[in-house]
């Protein structure tokens, strides 16, 4: 059977040549596209890379292998799938960009696919996760760029780092097994984790706030033995536009730096209804960088604790 096609499509009020940098490169993609988690860079040339991508599809976390061909001059990425995920047996496409003015921009994004066995249950699936994917993360390339200049000061990143006298494989244990958390933590009132495939977890979890209120959060996390853990939450709290973050782990002289990375997107409309009518931009990023940042040294602290004594 003939590989289906589809073709999905979008204005921006951007200039071309800044959708496309924003879409060439893949360290943006958790940031700007709801469905993707994760992207490593597993080989990259001047205008060929493979990718590894981690991304939720009809809801369910996946992952597949890409190679992609960047061409700056006609502003077109094109990229296949090396390592297809079931029910895709293969899938390719191409990112164009056009331009309509000096200040605007037309994205098509073109998808070739077939399915295992081609089967009409695995087209369906496909279809379905390659439309809703489609439309979501056009509309979400539209707004982040349409926002990435008055969003500046709203976007930020930070990192907490723990020197652990110990060895790595225990420092990335702590943070992997984080069904264990709500014995290990104080800050855990209770833990769901679940990996249906090695090593791409789901976590929802209940955390203590000072004040003895309890908020949940569910996050999808890639983990990469023994050096990174990537995550992205999906229930975010009402300052919060997006939260992604990596716990890494690095051997030094003195064992193991573990450290913990956010970037954060705050949400303006919510800023004084959360934090009261004379709070601003300052304010609210002072009162995330705090609550975030006391966690991760909580949760470094104690598998500082963990490593340094040794199973």
């Known amino acids: 059977m003939a590989p289906q096609e589809v073709e999905h499509g979008i204005t921006v009020a951007a200039p071309a040549a800044a959708v496309y940098a924003l879409i ?39 992952n597949w292998t890409s190679h992609r061909t960047l061409d700056p001059e006609r502003l077109r990425i094109d990229f296949r799938q090396e390592v297809s995920t079931p029910p895709v047996a293969a899938m390719s496409g191409s990112w164009i960009i056009e331009p ?38 056009l509309a979400a390339l539209r707004e982040n760029v349409e926002r990435a200049h008055a969003a500046e000061e709203l976007t930020f ?87 992604t973050g990596q716990w890494t782990f690095e051997e030094n002289e003195g064992g193991v730096a573990a450290s913990s990375q956010h970037t954060v997107v705050l949400k303006r409309e919510n800023i004084r209804a959360v934090l009261g009518a004379d709070a601003g931009v300052a304010e609210a990023r002072e009162y995330v960088h705090t609550a975030l940042s006391t966690n991760s040294l909580a949760t470094l602290g104690h598998g500082k604790d963990y490593a340094e004594k040794g199973r």
């Open 157 to 243: 990143s930070f990192t907490d780092t723990v020197q652990i006298a110990g060895t790595v494989e225990d420092a990335y244990d702590f943070v992997n097994e984080a069904q264990l958390w709500e014995q290990r933590l104080p800050h855990v009132a209770a833990v769901r984790l679940t990996e249906d495939v090695p090593g791409v977890q789901t976590l929802e979890m209940d955390t203590r706030a000072k004040d003895g209120s309890t908020h949940r959060t569910k996050s999808y996390r890639v983990c990469l033995p023994h050096r990174r853990i990537a995550y992205k939450q999906v229930t975010l709290p009402a300052l919060l536009a997006l939260h």
């Open 24 to 62: 060439a490169d893949v360290q943006n993609w958790p940031r700007i596209f709801p469905p993707t988690i994760y992207v490593d860079r597993v080989d990259a040339g001047e205008h060929q890379e493979r990718i590894r991508i981690w991304a939720t599809a009809n809801g369910e976390p996946k």
């Open 100 to 137: 309509l003015s000096e200040h605007g921009s037309k994205v098509r994004l073109l998808h070739q696919y077939r399915a295992v066995d081609d089967s009409p249950e695995g087209l369906a699936w496909i279809e379905q996760a390659v439309d809703r994917n489609s439309r979501t993360e």
